[in-house]
């Protein structure tokens, strides 16, 4: 569906993209990931039309950017990164007018206008002026915008920057909704927002591609090491941390064992197997062996935060494992500012 | 041509939904009544003098109040005009939204023509106006209205020209301030350019000369239309446009 050989693009004194590579099948939904700065939206403006490249091309449906660009832009949904509304109009007054624009009319435009109004949850401000709409539901008509005459492709800037949490969870829940109908380039810098909505993704880092793959295989190949949540808990009576660590350490196949938080009653302890090795099976079967219980057993799986930094090379792995140690925030988890916290 | 119509829609929409449309509307006129007021009692004035001495000569309400007082619109509106203007691109730029139109399947000249075409439609109906003051001079007297007519076409050219201009350096900046005041003294340049042919007859002072917007008008405001006038106006309106089309495509390039 989508394209890019090589695109570079260059500003009068940066290289903002490097000769980038990648392809989008139909029907994907794709997270494009970097920190602020990489190009992710200088890409996303060539893929619309919008900034022509310096080299390189790009291809959306077979339609070439420089080539044909009316017939990309009639197959491009573009939510930049700013909703693009005009804050006097009202918002099915603006719906109607980027219909238009896009090329809709009569009983098709009251149709679809009436559709993403249902679709991105804005019906109850169809008759409010934009400007007076709250952040969230700017964004929503942003998106409604942006889908109004059902494209092929959808690009989204950092569909997701400045929600509160509720609206993210809703955004992204609505992007997960449109997926099956249109392929999706989303861009952001939230790892959490790539791992939850994509089933690609593309990182990249000071113009240039970082890596290339589906989520599932990222985690797989940066890792090779299988990290486990285990809870084990005591049939009569309390159980001694150190006995089940110990025990645990004597799994084949276990690198590292450590208890997660001491202060806890349970007794959850993180398990790092050896590269290579599958251990999730021996550990049950060495519990139950020993005649505990088993309450809990996942894989924790590394998050995506730490592969984007392995593969950004920022931090070193370690200072990363760190930074993933310390609770979650709900959002805004920036990975490039250094320095992880004691 | 419907995409012309669409973007021309939703900047009048954008006018008369906020206050720009009825500022210009009011300052308007205001200034241009007292104009009007201003000359008529002065032509009633100069009536009853002569009808004191006992002359007859034959007062002419088009050489006396409608030839001077489409000049003095010409003036005002180039005073008024990059009020219209300054916001056509600027905004857009400074909001975001000209993202939203240039990857629209839709031609820049379509956003322009537009644009241009809606802040003609202002201005015309600031033209309006004036043609509520000149109403009167028909229920009172029998001005001759064709001179009346060609005056308004050319006030019509004239202003086309000044809002080329106008949204020419709207492309320019994202800056609606900056806009308005390179527009001002660009337009206060056409205006004054004249003066130098008092006094100097030189190949570059008749050029200049000939640059100035408002000398071209004084032939409409007599009723005339002399071609050598109206391809000054369109023209320059031509120029205007392509210039903004060629600013808006660079935009791409640099940005």
Partial sequence: MIAVKELTKRYARTVAV????????????????????????????????FLPPSAGTATVAGFDVLEQPREVKRRIGYLPEAPPLYPEMATTEYLRFVGKLKGLSGAELDKRVDYVCGRCFISDVKRKLLGKLSKGYRQRVGLAQAIIHNPEVLILDEPTAGLDPKQINETRDLIRSLAGDHTIILSTHILPEVEQTCEQVIIINKGKLVATDSVHNLQARTRGVESVLIEVAGRAGALASEAVQQKLEQVPGVAKVVRRDARDQRLIFEVESQKGQLVRGDLARAVVA?????????AAGMSLEEIFLE????????EARDRAEQPAKPDETTPTTSEPQP | MRNIWTICRKELGSYFVSPIAYGLLAVFAVAFGFFFWNALNYFVLAGLEMQLRGESIPMNLNEEIVRP???????????????VTMRLFAEEKRTGTIELLATSPIRDVEIILGKWLAALVLYASLLLFTALNFAWLFVYGKPDWKPLLVGYLGLLL??????????????????????GAATFGLFILLWVLDWVTGYDSATWSTVLGYLCVLTHFNSFARGVIDTKDVV?????IFLGLFATARSLESLRWRS
């Fill in chain 1, 290 to 298: 020993s005649g505990w219980d088993l309450n809990e057993l996942r």
């Fill in chain 1, 18 to 49: 490097d000769q980038i590579s990648f392809s989008v099948e139909k029907g994907q939904i794709v997270g494009f990931l970097g920190p602020n700065g990489a190009g992710k939206t200088t890409t996303m403006r060539v893929l619309t039309c």
């Fill in chain 2, 158 to 179: 004239q202003g086309g020209l000044l809002l080329a201009i106008g949204s020419f350096i709207s492309t320019l900046t994202r800056n609606q301030i900056i806009a």
């Fill in chain 2, 232 to 236: 000054f106006y369109l023209s320059g």
């Fill in chain 2, 69 to 83: 007082l489409l000049s003095d619109a010409g003036f005002v509106f180039l005073l008024l005009i990059p009020f």
């Fill in chain 1, 311 to 318: 593969l950004t090379g920022s931090e070193t792995a370690a």
